[in-house]
């Protein structure tokens, strides 16, 4: 799926996803506290909730 300026995408709960851009580009991700975001699931950690 490629998207144009100003549009978004919603990831439904639980599909794993990986965006790409082939030039620079600004992206907002919103995930829920917690989740891991270092790309790869052997080698994420999870972040402790306090």
Known sequence: MRLGP??????????????????EAHLLL???MGTPNTGGRATAQQQRVV
């Open 6 to 23: 100003g549009e978004v995408f919603v990831v439904p709960k639980g599909v794993e996803h990986c965006p790409v851009a082939e030039e």
């Open 30 to 32: 919103i995930e829920p």
